[in-house]
Nanobody, 123 residues
Framework: QVQLVESGGGLVQAGGSLRLSCAAS????????MAWFRQAPGKEREFVAA????????FYADSVKGRFTISRDSAKNTVYLQMNSLKPEDTAVYYC????????????????WGQGTQVTVSS
């Protein structure tokens, strides 16, 4: 089984930056397409960003394009989400996820999920 643990969340003012980390277990970690999703209170979980096994193919939600960057460090079994120019609407619990096959923006494609880390952006 794959286990994912997020960290790096916190409180930041609008316009600031945070970098989230997702530590993954398993020697096959580098083969899994990885993604970040987020869920704000009272809202559905939504796609944020995804990357394939090499990090060479990435996808972003329109709301975060140009501000967020997903990256991977296979040697450390870690996926990152660099978040710049943060806005109050970015406030949410952020989840790391891993899928079986191709990179996807669809939640159902991801089988393994972390516990989430809170990101709060103040006005």
């Amino acid at each position: 089984q794959v286990q994912l643990v997020e960290s790096g969340g916190g409180l930041v003012q609008a316009g600031g930056s945070l970098r989230l980390s997702c530590a993954a277990s398993g020697r096959t970690f580098s083969r899994y397409p990885m993604a970040w999703f987020r869920q704000a209170p009272g809202k559905e979980r939504e796609f944020v960003a995804a990357a394939n096994w090499s990090g060479g193919s990435t996808f972003y939600a329109d709301s975060v394009k140009g501000r967020f960057t997903i990256s991977r460090d296979s040697a450390k079994n870690t996926v990152y989400l660099q978040m710049n120019s943060l806005k109050p609407e970015d406030t949410a619990v952020y989840y790391c996820a891993a899928s079986w096959g191709a990179i996807s923006m669809t939640e159902s494609a991801y089988l393994y999920w972390g516990q989430g880390t809170q990101v709060t952006v103040s006005s």
